[in-house]
């Protein structure tokens, strides 16, 4: 169908006057044909493509049959909506918008007249501004350079623009640009607006876990697609070479990793493929990196994605991005804390028969991660993954007021036997070593490492911004004497810092103060470097440790539990200690720390925050630092006399074989100076009848040898230790009396310990306690907070309570 009289009526009631003004009920008439030419293009012409422009004319010609019977009362009731911007001078803002007004005015004018002269050069924005809601107190960033001879652009009423006396089509409205006839140029410019009485279309796709978005009228000019990205899409750098590199995790320590993934329109596409792409092809680009890109595409998506949508998507390609975005939005409704932590599954350590097994043996656990990461969950308001629950590590983050050795022996020994609160009837005997408290003056030189982590995943901010303060924290504890040297590894490892005096602090903390995330996590070479780096500055008697800062997400090299297992009993040979730090959440790697720190002669902490590097690494830096024995080792022979059953509390990836007891060769825990090490065994006398006692074996061989002989003796307890430096181990012993106390005479130490390891299989949802109410863990918590300056009882207190509106 012709429009040409259609275009008549409209100039014709649009004839420009001091006021020009336009017939009764435009604006919803022209609303009506917005909503009709939106309508067509969603649903891509379902209907002939004559009848929404028949219905178009017809509402135009009925209304303007209107228009000529109430002229007189039109010009006093309407506003105008080709707005002569220009006619009160105080009513104009931006004199661009005045321009434009203008140029619309002048042209439709002329082309009442039949003429066709050349127009100012207009693009057309991306998301055009509806002309009716133009608000001259807002003025908009408009700017038409004059170019001549450009061909003519203007708005018809049936919604398409009019170039050269030809349609072109609604949907075509949000190009980029309109090309210059006589222009020389070879890019156009994307910042030119027209004003159109089109409403505001939002983008087809909405990335909810994007971690920036940018629209292609956003993106500066460039010469190709690589190019825009640079400055314009956060997080993106861009290589300076022709054979550019785009990385998302910003500039790497080390070497550039590799190019992130690229999604077109929901499909897989080749970083060439994605280069050469035509830019003004481009509707928006987003940007997904850490959890939200491995989510969804695992490891071809370490490095990040880059999702590009492009205009005039297809039915194939929009089912695509439907789908892609339905599962961003599964992404979504994950918790971010929790969407990509391991932790090893362990089976709680049951009850066993004196009879039959009296003997029970264990290497003993300084790390404390586990609490301070169950910590970290209660106070986000998570329910704790029972998995990161090791109660032994939730006992030992307290210290406890056990006395000095008094001999030649690193450790005191410290025993208690008491009510067991949580299931009536049961005894605890509590054991407790002291390590020797060696002043700071005497401690032997250190030659330390720090193996950082700074790949793209430690690339937030309770990662390495809250890694390289703790180290600083620790620096503050260095003598002149002691060595410093840093190791890093992304895609893959390199030392940043020889081995430097701690004398020289300006220097480390700027070697520090220089490292950025970026590149995937080659784990593997940088234990490598680290370990050798500490063997070429080895300190003869003195403390040679490697401290590896990381968030355990290592997937690039020996990445596997098994492998670097292997590669840290490898070089845990070399004399060189261990020490692990974990940081961050959301794809935290708990079980590779702690297999890290169990074979290879070290230990474990996790920080959240600063408390907690101020605790481990400050206050309690000798004790994190050095080792005052190693290999230590517990054996508790029980008396079928009054045992008739027991079971270790925790400690289930720290059990031996009885025989490994004296087997020099395996390996054990270490103890750091001014350390405390308690361990919980929950006990089941011989008169008490219980549902927890496992059933008996009926053995027909086994005789039945009174103990009477060796008195009131409850248990023998057996350590085995090696000096730091040493390869033999020496025994020490001590006997425990048996008694029938009630946990209300039981010392506050006791108590508190107590409590901590009950609030622990609480949150392990133990099979093996009758009482479970969290107001008898506080009260019992309470009674044993006794001496608490540094206020660490108080806080678990808190965490108890708190815990009770997250149950």
Not at 302 to 308: F, M, P, R, S
Request: proline residues 4%.
């Amino acid at each position: 169908m012709e429009n040409n009289h259609i275009d008549q009526q409209f100039n014709e009631a649009s004839k420009l006057s001091e006021e020009p003004t336009v017939f009764a009920g435009f604006e919803k008439v022209w609303g009506k044909i917005e909503e009709k030419l939106d309508h067509k293009e969603e649903k891509k012409r379902m209907i002939p493509i004559w009848f929404p422009y028949g219905i178009a004319a017809s509402l135009v010609i009925g209304l303007g049959v209107l228009y000529f019977l109430n002229t007189n009362d039109a010009s006093e009731s309407v506003q105008q909506s080709i707005a002569d911007i220009s006619t009160s001078k105080e009513s104009v803002v931006n004199p661009n918008i005045a321009q434009i007004n203008s140029i619309i005015k002048e042209n439709i004018q002329k082309d009442k007249n039949n003429t066709n002269p050349a127009v100012e050069k207009i693009a057309v924005q991306t998301d055009p501004v509806s002309a009716t809601s133009i608000d001259t107190a807002m003025p908009l960033p408009v700017h038409v350079p004059p170019i001549p001879s450009a061909p003519k652009i203007q708005v018809a009423a049936n919604g398409y623009y009019v170039q050269n006396g030809k349609n072109i089509e609604a949907s075509d409205r949000r190009k980029d640009y309109v090309q210059n006839e006589n222009a020389n140029e070879s890019t156009q410019s994307i910042d030119e607006v027209v004003v159109t009485a089109m409403g505001v279309k939002k983008s087809k796709v909405s990335m909810a876990l994007a971690s920036s978005v940018v629209s292609s009228n956003s993106i500066a000019p460039q010469t190709s697609t690589i190019n825009r990205l640079q400055g314009s899409v956060a997080g993106i750098q861009v290589g300076a070479s022709t054979n550019s590199h785009v990385r998302i995790r910003g500039i790497a320590s080390v070497v550039p990793g590799k190019d992130p993934l690229y999604i077109v329109n929901g499909k897989i596409a080749d970083a060439d493929n994605f280069k050469t792409l035509d830019p003004n092809k481009i509707e928006n680009v987003a940007v997904l990196k850490d959890a939200a890109a491995t989510a969804l595409y695992g490891s071809k998506a370490a490095n990040g994605i880059v999702l590009v949508t492009t205009k005039k998507l297809s039915r194939r390609e929009k089912k695509r991005m439907e789908k892609l975005q339905e599962e961003i939005n599964k992404q979504k409704q994950i918790s971010p804390v929790a969407n990509d932590e391991s932790y090893d599954t362990f089976v709680e350590n049951p009850f066993e028969l004196t009879q039959s097994q009296p003997l029970s043996t264990f290497s003993i656990d300084v790390d404390n991660a586990s609490y301070s990461n169950v910590r970290r969950m209660i106070n986000n308001g998570e329910v704790v993954n029972k998995n990161a629950v090791r109660v032994e590590e939730m006992i030992n983050y307290f210290t406890y007021d056990y006395p000095q050795p008094k001999n030649e022996d690193p450790f005191s020994i410290n025993t208690e036997y008491n009510g067991a609160p949580w299931n009536p009837g049961h005894q605890l005997l509590k054991i407790g070593l002291q390590g020797k408290d060696i002043p700071k003056d005497l401690l032997p030189a250190s030659n330390l490492v720090f193996l950082i982590d700074v790949s793209g995943s430690m690339d937030e901010q309770n990662k390495l911004p809250l890694l390289k303060s703790s180290f600083k924290v620790l620096l503050n504890r260095l003598r002149p004497k002691d060595k410093v040297g840093i190791v890093v590894y992304a895609g893959s490892a390199g030392m940043v810092l020889p081995s430097t005096s701690a004398a020289e602090k300006d220097k480390i903390i700027q070697a520090l103060d220089n490292l950025q995330a970026g590149g995937s996590t080659a784990g593997g070479e940088g234990i490598e470097l680290a370990y050798k780096l500490a063997r070429e500055n080895f300190v003869k008697n003195g403390n040679n440790r490697v401290i590896i800062a990381t968030d355990g997400d290592f997937n690039v090299g020996e990445s596997s539990t098994s492998d670097l297992q292997t590669l840290i009993e490898e070089k845990r040979k070399s004399g060189v200690f261990l020490t692990c730090l974990g940081f961050g959440m959301g794809n935290y790697k708990d079980n590779t720390l702690e297999t890290l720190a169990d074979k290879g002669n070290g230990n474990y902490a996790y920080i959240d925050n600063m408390q907690e590097a101020n605790k481990f690494l400050g206050r309690e830096f000798a004790g994190s630092m050095y080792a005052i024995a190693k290999d230590v080792k517990i054996q508790v022979e029980f008396n079928p006399e009054f045992v008739k059953s027991y079971r270790l509390i925790g400690y289930e990836n720290r059990k031996l074989k009885n025989e490994d007891f004296v087997n020099d060769k395996i390996d054990a825990g270490e103890l750091g100076s001014g350390h405390t090490v308690t361990a919980l065994y929950e006990i089941i006398p011989v008169n008490v009848q219980s549902g927890f006692l496992p059933k008996e074996s009926g053995l027909k061989y086994t005789q039945t040898i009174s103990s009477k002989k060796f008195g009131d003796e409850l248990a023998t307890i057996k350590f085995r230790y090696k000096k730091p430096n040493g390869e033999v181990s020496r025994e020490i012993s001590q006997i425990v009396k048996n008694s029938d106390r009630n946990i209300s005479s039981a010392t506050p130490d006791f108590k508190f310990a107590s409590s901590v390891a009950w609030f622990g299989l609480v949150l392990r949802n133990s099979g093996l306690i009758t009482k479970k109410d969290l107001s008898d863990i506080e009260n019992l918590a309470k009674q044993g907070k006794n001496k608490d300056e540094e206020g660490y009882r108080a806080e678990f207190i808190r965490l108890v309570e708190s815990y009770k509106t997250i149950k």
